[in-house]
């Protein structure tokens, strides 16, 4: 499989004939995965980071269009709740169903067609579904959180309906679900200024169902944050240091792991759901899931929790997050934040040490600190990353490799554009494939991808393909 994530805005801003025939003439692409809500995403980016596809650039700035391309269909959503809010009709492409409208000219190329559909945040389903606000995650101070709870019976059944809901009405190959998110303790160390979830009535009446104590959980968790949070401050831990504070805290309250794992357990529960609901209405349909970047890289509870072994039931296929370049800042980024309190005893250079040393990756193969932003990781990072998942589902699951093409750098979804090294890439995607791969991904979004980069992405895949 060659794949790319592609939202549909761009398959009409381009044509979707010329669109197609590019990406298959440059690239070889020969899956579509498509987000037919625009909810979360990197998405109309400024026209600065975007990419010439030989058609006119528009800039995604003050662009005023639909965040939905599919028409829900009521008695999909009996049992919840939630309501998809129509677009006004004023909106450009308003009223688009873009896997109708990709059908035929996908399926004359042989074309596969995937639903990629992220979970989206409280910013986008507040605006975009009706009564969203009774579904969010409540935090340790009582407020509500940025994420709808999984334990929330009104979401997972509007989750349900929303896949049977696609299944049923449009020719859909596949799906791939995501969920940008992690863990209640994992979050906190990579986001201290976030209070963790969920504490709502749901995940209460779960703690009880399974002899987890509701109140010490969150006591344990609120001084957790206080803890992490006096270190960013400047304050002194104990004599004995920050990682071993850490620990005394997790000691005086292992209720805060038994809330990591529950949170793990309610979110593959989610998977399952929606596994079973593609294949109820097609049963040879393809059901995945992202797994992002953070996921794949520095988040250890996440490993901890799911070994992809765990994952094989309900996956027929796993897509791992190898974006090798951005991958580059976003470490830095990541340690210099966990400098500030659970590893500020070691230096810098120490910590990327670290880091290298339990990830297992070679320390010199992969960037030095001082240029570990201005190069991102190497083709054996993804080598890497990549024969782990592999050895991790021994053969039950098909892995593909996310490829990211010229992410920008930048705050938030990135402002400053960053072309790929196109035999980099290259090197990428045969590193990939000897590494057990079975298809790669082109990531993170079409509209960002150049010429030059997709060009690679085709070019490895002829030469790979030769005897």
Not at 211 to 222: H, I, M, N, P, T
Not at 369 to 383: H, I, Q
Request: glycine fraction near 8%; charged fraction near 25%.
């Amino acid at each position: 499989m060659v794949g790319i994530h592609i939202a549909a805005h761009s398959f009409y801003d381009e044509g979707i004939e010329h669109c197609l025939d590019f990406l298959q003439e440059t690239a070889g692409v020969n899956a579509l995965f498509v987000t037919s809500n625009s909810y979360y995403g990197a998405m109309l980016r400024p026209k600065e980071v975007q990419g010439d596809h030989g058609v006119p650039i528009r800039d995604g700035r003050g662009r005023k269009v639909t965040r939905a391309f599919f028409r829900p269909h009521d008695p999909f959503y009996q049992a919840t709740s939630l309501r998809f809010l129509m677009p006004e009709q004023n909106l450009e492409y308003a009223g688009r169903e873009i896997f109708t409208d990709l059908a035929e000219p996908a399926r004359k190329r042989g074309i596969k067609l995937y639903e990629r559909l992220y979970e989206p945040g409280a910013d986008g389903l507040l605006p975009n579904v009706a009564n969203a606000a009774a579904v969010l995650t409540v935090d340790v101070q009582e407020k509500p959180g940025k994420k709808p709870c999984w334990n929330n019976p009104d979401y997972l059944n509007f989750v349900e309906g929303w896949v049977r809901d696609l299944f049923s009405n449009y020719p859909l190959d596949g799906i791939q679900y995501g969920a940008e998110r992690n863990g209640p303790l994992s979050r906190l160390i990579d986001w201290a200024n976030e209070d963790p979830t969920c504490f709502c009535e749901h995940c209460r009446q779960r703690a009880r169902r399974e002899g987890v104590d509701f109140e010490r959980a969150k006591a344990g968790l609120q001084e957790m944050t206080r803890f992490i949070r006096s270190l960013q401050k400047g304050e002194s831990p104990a004599a004995d240091g920050a990682l071993v504070g850490f620990l005394r805290v997790l000691l005086r309250h292992p209720e805060i792991l038994a809330w990591e794992n529950m949170h793990y357990r309610a979110g593959e529960e989610l998977h399952q759901r929606i596994y079973h609901a593609a294949k109820a209405v097609k049963p040879q349909a393809q059901v995945g899931r992202h797994i992002d970047h953070s996921q794949t890289s520095w988040d250890m509870f996440y490993r901890a929790a799911l070994p992809f072994s765990r994952m094989v039931p309900s996956s027929d296929f796993l897509k791992l997050s190898t974006y090798h370049e951005i991958l580059g800042p976003r470490l830095a980024g990541r340690l210099a934040s966990y400098r500030k309190h659970l590893l500020r005893e070691l230096s810098s250079e120490q910590a990327l040490a670290f880091f290298y040393a339990i990830a297992g990756h070679d320390s010199q193969r992969e960037p030095a600190l001082d240029k570990l932003s201005e190069t991102g990781l190497s083709p054996e990072y993804v080598y890497r990353e990549i024969q782990r998942a592999v050895e991790g589902v021994a053969g039950k699951t098909a892995i593909y490799a996310g490829i990211a093409l010229d992410v920008p750098r930048g705050a938030g979804w990135g402002g400053e554009a960053w072309p790929s090294d196109p035999e980099k890439v290259c090197q990428c995607v045969k590193r990939a494939c000897d590494a057990g791969a079975s298809g790669i991904v082109i990531c993170r979004e079409y509209e960002e991808n150049r010429r030059e980069s997709l060009a690679a992405i085709g070019r490895a895949v002829r030469e790979n393909k030769r005897p």
